[in-house]
């Protein structure tokens, strides 16, 4: 745990991983945890004998997990495994609210 917010935090783990024995595994910056992120929604269908829920509630912090089963769910879709595409909401705890914040700028 440390003090401050997720960017902070965010920006900690960068720094630790400018040592080359350190892999920063953040998913803002690295693009291959977005595809670990997909068997989120490959689960939830097989889970639901390939009917997908009308709605996923996502925890979310940068958008990753978020973008990551969204894909899943159109992958299951456009191979015709599953007949509908669920809405997705992000859902964001107050100390975590990039996306949020990033929202409301706009």
């Known amino acids: 745990e440390i003090g401050g917010t997720y960017d902070d935090a965010f ?3 960068e720094r630790l991983a400018d040592d080359a024995l350190v892999c920063c595994r953040n998913t803002g910056v690295n693009p291959f945890t977005r595809e670990g992120k ?3 929604a490959y689960e939830i269908a097989e889970a639901m004998a390939w009917h997908v829920p009308d709605w ?3 925890p979310t912090g940068d958008g990753n997990i978020l973008s990551g089963i969204a894909a ?4 299951l879709f ?3 495994i599953t007949s509908a595409i669920p809405r997705l909401m992000a859902a964001q705890a107050n100390s975590a609210d990039s996306i949020a914040r990033d929202w409301t700028t706009y």
């Open 56 to 58: 996923v509630i996502v």
């Open 38 to 40: 997909k068997t989120c």
């Open 72 to 75: 899943g769910f159109l992958d």
């Open 78 to 80: 456009a191979l015709g």
């Open 11 to 13: 920006e900690i783990a």
